[in-house]
């Protein structure tokens, strides 16, 4: 295994870049993140899980139309940002360190789960899925997303071409175990963990 691939399975590296990450990726993705939630379409008071919340971009955009909303990650960094910008929509503790594989929640307890850009980077994949459906309540609405290419985010991608020419004898590895990058992949992931696929929405 990379030690890209073991950076990105440790707190302490997410830990490490959780003030730069706020500052700056966290502008991109929290587009997708308030993209994910509009089509969501869900009723004011919904009961919502964000899970790898980051620095919360998905968890603020809950708050702020009213849900009933927890974000989850398993690097405190992030989840002190997270709670912090969610302290100034609602009181109360909004975010928790907790692990997306072993989710400490009862069985059906959201209306909702959400994981923007973080479930397929986890060890296990799958497990992150299923928990994800165990704390769902019947008929309740899973949300992921992940990105297209397998390289990530046009920044990355930039990056990996930049390292591909000048280390051309070195391969450049891949910022995750599993890649759902297809509907085909994203709807069997979806089976798999025993959740109905609806639709998917390439979002650009």
Do not use: C, K
């Not at 587009?31 to 919904?46: D, M, T």
């Not at 919340?53 to 990650?73: F, M, S, V």
């Not at 990058?181 to 069997?188: F, G, R």
């Amino acid at each position: 295994m990379s030690s890209q691939a073991l950076a990105i399975h440790d707190p302490a590296h997410w830990d490490s870049v959780s003030t730069n990450y706020a500052a700056e990726a966290d502008r991109m993705t929290g587009r997708y993140a308030q993209a994910a939630w509009e089509l969501a379409a869900l009723p004011a008071g919904a009961r919502v899980l964000d899970v790898a919340t980051g620095a919360g971009a998905l968890l603020l955009a809950a708050l702020r139309d009213g849900a009933d909303a927890i974000g989850i990650d398993f690097s405190p960094g992030m989840v002190e940002i997270a709670q912090a910008r969610a302290a100034e929509i609602t009181p109360g503790q909004r975010a928790l360190v907790m692990d997306g594989q072993q989710l400490d929640f009862p069985a059906e307890s959201f209306d909702a789960a959400f994981s923007i850009f973080g479930v397929f980077m986890f060890p296990d994949p799958a497990a992150g899925f299923a928990e994800m459906a165990r704390v769902l309540r019947p008929d309740g609405l899973a949300v992921v997303a992940v990105w297209e290419n397998a390289g990530g985010a046009g920044p990355a991608q930039l990056f990996a071409q930049a390292a591909q020419r000048l280390f051309p004898d070195q391969p450049v590895p891949l910022p995750m175990a599993r890649l759902f990058n297809s509907p085909e992949l994203l709807d069997a992931a979806f089976v798999e963990a025993r959740l109905r696929p609806e639709a998917v929405h390439r979002v650009t």
